[in-house]
C-alpha cells in the first residue's frame, strides 16, 4: 500500500521472481496503471480498502504523516504480515517528527493491533537499495515479535535481491529507523554482526 518509490522498487523486483503484487495508491491512479502495465500478468491495482483481502503480506509505505489515514483506508488485516517500512519524517522531509519516548514502528503497531507487524525495508534509501539489488547486495534489518511473520519478510527480501538481517522483538527497530545508529549506513553480511552489537552498546 503506497506506491511511491519504495512501492515500486520492490514490487517490481517481487513480480520478476514470480510473486503475484497488487500496489495501490489513493492520488495518481492512472500513472500507477500506466506502471503496472508493463510489469505483466502478475501484477494488479487495487483499491485500497482490497488490498488486504488480497495479500499474505501488506506492505505499508505511505508518508509518516499518513499512517493513520492510510490505516483507516484498508480493510481488516487481523492475522495478516503487515511490514512497516516508515521513517518518522515531517512532512517537509526536513527533520524527523518528535515520539517523544516511542518509535515510528510502534506507531503503526498501535494502529495494525490484530496484524503480524514487521519492520523492513526502511534502512537504505530507495537509490542505495536499487544499487544493491544490481552490484553487492546490502543488509535489510527486520524487527518483529513474530518468528514466521519475520521468515516470510526475509524470505522477500531475498527474493529482492538483498540481505535479511532479524535484530530481534519490534523494540529493536529503534536501532535501524530514523534518527537510529544502523539508518542509511551500508552493511554487508560479513561486517553486518559487529554493526548491530556496537549499536547495542
Same mark, same amino acid.
Given at each position: 500500500?503506497?506506491?511511491?518509490?519504495?512501492?515500486?522498487?520492490? %514490487?517490481?523486483?517481487?513480480?520478476?521472481?514470480?510473486?503475484?503484487?497488487?500496489?495501490?495508491?489513493?492520488?495518481?491512479?492512472?500513472?500507477?496503471?500506466?506502471?503496472?502495465?508493463?510489469?505483466? /500478468?502478475? @501484477?494488479?491495482?487495487?483499491?485500497?480498502? $482490497?488490498? @488486504? @483481502? +488480497?495479500?499474505?503480506?501488506?506492505? +505499508?509505505?505511505?508518508?509518516?504523516?499518513?499512517?493513520?489515514?492510510? /490505516?483507516?483506508?484498508? %480493510?481488516?488485516?487481523?492475522?495478516?504480515?503487515?511490514?512497516?517500512?516508515?521513517?518518522?519524517?515531517?512532512?517537509?522531509?526536513?527533520?524527523?517528527?518528535?515520539? %517523544?519516548?516511542?518509535? @515510528?514502528?510502534?506507531?503503526?503497531?498501535?494502529?495494525?493491533? $490484530?496484524?503480524?507487524?514487521?519492520?523492513?525495508?526502511?534502512?537504505?534509501?530507495?537509490?542505495?537499495?536499487?544499487?544493491?539489488?544490481?552490484?553487492?547486495?546490502?543488509?535489510?534489518?527486520?524487527?518483529?515479535? $513474530?518468528?514466521?511473520?519475520? $521468515?516470510?519478510?526475509?524470505?522477500?527480501?531475498?527474493?529482492?535481491?538483498?540481505?535479511? +538481517?532479524?535484530?530481534?522483538?519490534?523494540?529493536?527497530?529503534?536501532?535501524?529507523?530514523?534518527?537510529?545508529?544502523?539508518?542509511?549506513?551500508?552493511?554487508?553480511?560479513?561486517?553486518?554482526? /559487529?554493526?548491530?552489537?556496537?549499536?547495542? %552498546?
Amino acid at each position: 500500500m503506497g506506491a511511491g518509490n519504495v512501492g515500486r522498487l520492490y %514490487g517490481e523486483e517481487w513480480v520478476k521472481r514470480g510473486h503475484e503484487v497488487a500496489f495501490s495508491y489513493v492520488r495518481d491512479v492512472g500513472r500507477l496503471e500506466s506502471f503496472v502495465g508493463l510489469l505483466g /500478468a502478475r @501484477a494488479y491495482v487495487l483499491e485500497v480498502e $482490497d488490498v @488486504a @483481502a +488480497f495479500s499474505d503480506v501488506v506492505i +505499508f509505505a505511505p508518508p509518516f504523516e499518513q499512517i493513520e489515514h492510510a /490505516a483507516a483506508l484498508l %480493510g481488516p488485516v487481523s492475522g495478516k504480515v503487515v511490514v512497516d517500512t516508515t521513517n518518522p519524517f515531517n512532512p517537509e522531509r526536513t527533520g524527523l517528527v518528535d515520539l %517523544g519516548t516511542s518509535t @515510528a514502528s510502534e506507531k503503526v503497531a498501535e494502529l495494525f493491533r $490484530d496484524a503480524l507487524v514487521v519492520k523492513a525495508l526502511h534502512n537504505v534509501s530507495v537509490e542505495q537499495a536499487a544499487s544493491a539489488m544490481r552490484e553487492t547486495p546490502v543488509v535489510v534489518f527486520i524487527a518483529g515479535d $513474530d518468528n514466521r511473520a519475520k $521468515d516470510t519478510v526475509a524470505g522477500l527480501i531475498a527474493d529482492a535481491g538483498l540481505v535479511p +538481517f532479524d535484530t530481534g522483538d519490534l523494540s529493536t527497530a529503534v536501532l535501524s529507523e530514523a534518527p537510529g545508529p544502523l539508518f542509511m549506513n551500508e552493511y554487508n553480511e560479513s561486517a553486518v554482526a /559487529a554493526a548491530v552489537a556496537t549499536a547495542r %552498546g
